[in-house]
């Protein structure tokens, strides 16, 4: 629950908007481990008491795991393999081999481990063991990939010219690519992706390197390509390339963009510290922003530590009540005491929505609500239950509240200790249960915790290089959409960039975030 797309974290679709947000990938292949789990994302390794799985133990199995030509089903647990077929397990592997090359090494970012490969790498985002050394959970998703940072300008301009050669005309040709790829990515496929991209950005015209990557030029926006591999033939065997970014002239084009969008939509862009805003479409209109309400609950964490009630490495008690269900991991954690610092890191960064609950459960809901401006809001565990089909009685309790704060404060509390759905469980579209704020708001509760590490960890859709700092946090669930940006140019201006998006039909989540971009990137 959270974002991307991973825009904060997903409720129920086991996935974090920083992965959608980061990528908004048309993968070619798309390394395919995104998320593998069974039942559901596990271990929480960045902690400062770590569990005894990211020992030595969890390091020789992942290395067992990624370094094998081909998987055992004894590696992993039976109830892993009963929901994730060893089979489909394999396959996965195959479209990673095939498109990163051979296994290297195992290395750590901070403390998640890092698969890396010939030609890209894979971050674990889960992974715990049983007692006998089986994987019981499992994930892993594309770590950033950027072409070898001692390429001359000669080898990025051949680059870009095969690249060319290959999104020139109506479909790919098959002959330029290596024949494993096309084992793992059928040229229906690749067709079907090429055609995507003429349609939503125009003909194609170029690729030109940018820095030690490249971009695809069309006639409506431009392509970062992500990752780009050839072998000793020339032959194509990886590529990944990045959500579409529109081509945008001004921010009045971007209003009209975002305002065409079916559904209910909210947008503002704002000067910090300026009264008139570059860009308002409903920014006071109310509307449901998953994740982004964790911002208020970072900003009185904050403010309690500055009034000296609590502080940065007071240790919070992890309990069996306070667990809720991913996006994040450490729902499956051992108990014990966290620093409020590394669930701040977590509930931002991770959108770890278990996180989120024990920071909100320490510093009380009174002065969260007065940021939000609202009142009896849900913990994401008691959203969770509300939404679970098993208690139907306590949604439409919750329902017939309305906005009665006292009667939904009772019906809150039944819902913290009613059962949680299952692992893996598909959200329903259901956007009011949910925390409404007014991109105005946000984009206040996000200059008050801009300045604090835990915001800058990840940049969602912006792109690092462009901007002095960039502070981020994001939102979705199925019919939610909210991403909210605070970047300061290298020239010294601070400004604010939140959209939200309403609809009960899914949405498109890839043209909302290519808006997003472009609209980032008139601001540079």
Request: proline share 7%; hydrophobic share 45%.
């Amino acid at each position: 629950m959270g974002g991307a797309p991973e825009p904060g974290g997903i409720p129920g679709r086991n996935r974090d908007m920083r992965h959608l947000t980061l990528t908004a990938l048309l993968a070619l292949p798309a390394p395919a481990l995104a998320q593998t789990t069974a039942p559901a994302p596990a271990v929480a390794p960045a902690t400062a008491r770590p569990a005894p799985e990211t020992s030595a133990g969890l390091g020789d199995a992942l290395t067992r795991l990624f370094a094998a030509p081909a998987l055992q089903a004894g590696w992993f647990a039976p109830n892993f393999l009963a929901q994730v077929p060893l089979t489909a397990i394999e396959a996965q592997f195959t479209q990673i081999r095939a498109a990163y090359g051979a296994f290297v090494r195992l290395d750590t970012s901070g403390t998640q481990p890092v698969a890396v490969y010939e030609r890209g790498a894979l971050r674990v985002t889960a992974a715990r063991l049983d007692d006998q050394g089986r994987l019981t959970t499992f994930g892993a998703a594309p770590a950033p990939v950027r072409a070898a940072p001692d390429l001359t300008q000669a080898q990025l301009a051949e680059a870009a010219t095969l690249l060319t050669r290959l999104f020139s005309g109506e479909r790919f040709d098959p002959a330029l690519f290596d024949p494993a790829f096309l084992a793992a990515v059928p040229a229906e496929q690749l067709d079907a992706i090429h055609a995507g991209l003429t349609a939503s950005l125009g003909a194609f015209v170029r690729a030109e390197p940018q820095g030690q990557a490249w971009v695809l030029v069309y006639e409506r926006g431009t392509v970062p390509v992500l990752a780009f591999s050839v072998n000793a033939q020339g032959l194509v065997t990886g590529l990944r390339i990045g959500g579409a970014v529109p081509q945008l002239g001004t921010l009045e084009e971007a209003r009209a963009a975002f305002a065409a969008l079916p559904g209910q939509v909210s947008v503002l862009v704002r000067e910090v510290g300026q009264g008139t805003p570059l860009l308002d479409l409903n920014a006071g209109r109310l509307l449901a922003v998953g994740s982004t309400f964790k911002l208020a609950i970072l900003g009185e964490v904050q403010a309690q530590v500055r009034a000296g009630r609590l502080g940065w490495d007071s240790g919070v008690q992890l309990t069996d009540a306070l667990r809720s269900l991913p996006s994040g991991t450490l729902q499956d954690a051992p108990a014990g005491a966290y620093p409020v610092s590394d669930l701040a890191a977590r509930m931002i960064r991770d959108s770890d929505n278990t996180a989120t609950d024990l920071l909100l459960n320490a510093v009380g809901r009174e002065g969260v609500e007065a940021r939000l401006g609202q009142r009896a809001i849900p913990s994401t565990r008691e959203l969770f239950a509300l939404k679970n089909p098993a208690n139907a009685e306590l949604l439409r309790a919750y329902r017939a509240a309305g906005l009665d704060a006292a009667a939904r404060r009772a019906v809150l509390a039944q819902a913290a200790t009613a059962p949680l759905p299952a692992r893996g469980w598909a959200v329903p579209t259901a956007l009011d249960v949910e925390w409404y704020v007014n991109t105005d708001r946000l984009c206040r509760l996000m200059a008050d915790v801009a300045g604090l590490d835990a915001t800058q960890l990840e940049p969602g859709v912006a792109t690092p290089g462009d901007f002095a700092r960039v502070s981020y946090k994001g939102g979705s669930e199925p019919g939610v959409l909210n991403l909210t940006t605070q970047v300061t140019t290298k020239a010294g201006r601070t400004f604010c960039v939140s959209a939200t998006w309403n609809r009960p039909e899914a949405l498109d989540e890839t043209r909302f975030l290519g808006l997003y971009a472009a609209t980032l990137r008139l601001l540079r």
